[in-house]
T-cell receptor, first 117, second 110 residues
Framework: GAVVSQHPSRVICKSGTSVKIECRSLDFQATTMFWYRQFPKQSLMLMATSNEGSKATYEQGVEKDKFLINHASLTLSTLTVTSAHPEDSSFYIC?????????????FGAGTRLSVL | QKEVEQNSGPLSVPEGAIASLNCTYSDRGSQSFFWYRQYSGKSPELIMFIYSNGDKEDGRFTAQLNKASQYVSLLIRDSQPSDSATYLCAVGNSNYQLIWGAGTKLIIKP
């Protein structure tokens, strides 16, 4: 149980293109989904918190127009990196919190490694 | 002061010994506490969560919580080389988010 699927696992793209990353909870409904970014040898950095049917809440310093988040259903959230540049190259990871839990528990997807040339 | 603190390590433990990982947190009102394991290049994997004072055991893992001291620990018994990873301590906040420690790198030496 508690499987989160994240696709694609790896993306290589040219500078200026947009990249969409999908995050799905496969066997549970998720009240909230989270998007993280992690640079090599650094800790997880929360980018935004996403609730189904409402606008995402972005952390300070994260550009909402750059990182578009859509949480269309209780099992799907997407992150679109718009006009990607080399400095956006990173490991992007989503997580999901099951509905009807008050323990803040999060299950993680496998992550997406983005390389912008 | 960081909200969740962990020693970055590396912590080196011989195979078969007990590995002890520690974490302190600053928000006295915190109610839920988590240990995740992250292998290099992979995403975090939930090992255990605890929300009551005392010990919680799951196989070779034991989580310990002391709310008075604002201290959480993870013990790994009979450590195996496959336990070598970075262990992340996380504390739940009132916004349903997790506040993360920087992680402790654990190395189990054969």
């Amino acid at each position: 149980g508690a499987v989160v699927s994240q696709h694609p696992s790896r993306v290589i793209c040219k500078s200026g293109t947009s990249v969409k990353i999908e995050c799905r909870s496969l066997d549970f409904q998720a009240t909230t989904m989270f998007w993280y970014r992690q640079f090599p040898k650094q800790s997880l950095m929360l980018m935004a918190t996403s609730n189904e049917g409402s606008k995402a809440t972005y952390e300070q310093g994260v550009e909402k127009d750059k990182f578009l988040i859509n949480h269309a259903s209780l099992t799907l959230s997407t992150l679109t990196v718009t006009s990607a540049h080399p400095e956006d190259s990173s490991f992007y990871i989503c997580s999901a919190s099951p509905l009807n839990t008050n323990l803040n528990i999060q299950y993680f997807g496998a992550g997406t490694r983005l390389s912008v040339l | 002061q960081k909200e969740v603190e962990q020693n970055s390590g590396p912590l080196s433990v011989p195979e078969g010994a007990i590995a002890s990982l520690n974490c302190t947190y600053s928000d006295r009102g915190s109610q839920s506490f988590f240990w995740y394991r992250q292998y290099s290049g992979k995403s975090p994997e939930l090992i255990m969560f605890i929300y009551s004072n005392g010990d919680k055991e799951d196989g070779r893992f034991t989580a310990q919580l002391n709310k008075a001291s604002q201290y959480v620990s993870l013990l790994i018994r009979d450590s195996q080389p496959s336990d070598s990873a970075t262990y992340l301590c996380a504390v739940g906040n009132s916004n349903y988010q997790l506040i993360w420690g920087a992680g402790t790198k654990l190395i189990i030496k054969p």
